[in-house]
């Protein structure tokens, strides 16, 4: 009987120590084979984002809609972040799955991406009307992949609204070298709860 009760001790031990799907506020996302993967949902929403679930094609419990009117000067408006653990050093890429649907491809389309404390950047995308990987930074109008060279260990991810009706439902964040296919079906990173 006592076996019985340390299995089910052990077992709500590692389920709270490990979760995965939910909010990450209070622990850090694990890379597995160089991939994190983020449901833009898990984490907790600042003013003018918004949960939905109107567009199909979105996974987790929904997208993340900017909600505010687009702003294009006032980072750290809406602020997202979201902690992750790699662990092995090097070059890594975010990309963001992302969706919009303005006439014009150029508008509504972007958000502000930086990575610790590094600068705000721009990336946009200009797929219309479906979920698309494509996202891209814009620096003094040099398009590039939004790529890093990280140190192995604890990183953060800070996301900030710029265009309204920009919808984010996943972030990948990968090691260089890793197949397109791969991140994009990847599951969602196991979040590790950080112990007080």
Known sequence: MKNYFLVLFLLASTTSLFQSGSNCDDGVLVEKEGIVIVEAESTTLSEGWELQ???????GEGYLTWMLPTNVEAQNQGLLSY????SEPGKYTVKIRNYHDCEDFTECNDIFLKMNDGSWEKNFNHTLSE???????DIDHVFSDATYDL??????????????????????????????KVYQTAEASTCEKVSE
């Open 53 to 59: 679930d109107e567009v199909a094609g979105f996974s």
């Open 83 to 86: 902690s992750f653990k790699i």
């Open 131 to 137: 979920w698309d990987w494509n996202s891209r930074q």
């Open 151 to 180: 140190e192995a260990g604890t990183h953060t991810l800070h996301l900030s609204g710029r265009s309204q009706h920009f919808s984010i439902d996943k972030i990948a964040i990968f090691r260089e070298g890793t197949p397109e």
